[in-house]
């Protein structure tokens, strides 16, 4: 096993990414805690996220998400943390990973795909309810207003898609150990 480093490491990207499925590889492999955000908000209210985007309508969704990764960036024990694709629309968001990057407590690697790749694992995506209408604009849409934040945040891009899952989680451990010399 990979010896942690007192740095968290953050996955973003749009959906289809592959966050939650590499972060719960990687984490496996470095014997991290796994946090997922989606997966946060669903524990914390007890509704799937498509409920919460149905029920309460996007904003509350995206206060619980931000309170999620709040949450998560805040444990002392370095884990590894699947940040949702939309957690990069608020500033304040932003702001929470990029003092975190700056600081050293978190490495930040984007997720990087073409939008076609990206559709193609999508579609059977039921905690996405901005896919519903019309898939492929919606991720263009995302992809355009998106990219530059990711891009901003990211200390390290993997890009995914010729990649096997195992060589993405390799790379991705890869910028774990990379930073363990330096914290
Ligand atoms: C969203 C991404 C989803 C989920 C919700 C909204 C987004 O998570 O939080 O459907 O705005 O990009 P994943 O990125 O894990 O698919």
Known sequence: ????????????????????????????????????????VEADCGLKVRQIFAQWGEPEFRRLEHIALITALAVKEPGVIAAAGGVVLSDQ??????????????????????TATLLSRVQNGVHRPLLDANPAVAMQAMHDQRTQ???????????????????????????????SSHV
């Open 93 to 114: 968001n932003r702001e929470a990973l990029q003092t975190a990057r700056d600081e050293g407590r978190a490495r930040i690697v984007w997720l990087k795909a073409q």
């Open 1 to 40: 096993m990979n010896q942690p480093s007192s740095t968290h490491l953050v996955l973003i990207g749009l959906m289809g990414s592959g966050k939650t499925t590499i972060g719960r590889r990687v984490a496996a492999q470095t014997g991290r805690h796994f946090y997922d955000t989606d997966a946060m």
């Open 149 to 179: 934040w990711y891009q901003d945040l990211a200390t390290a891009v993997v890009s995914t898609d010729e990649l096997s899952a195992s060589r993405v989680v390799a790379a991705v451990v890869s910028v774990i150990n990379e930073g």
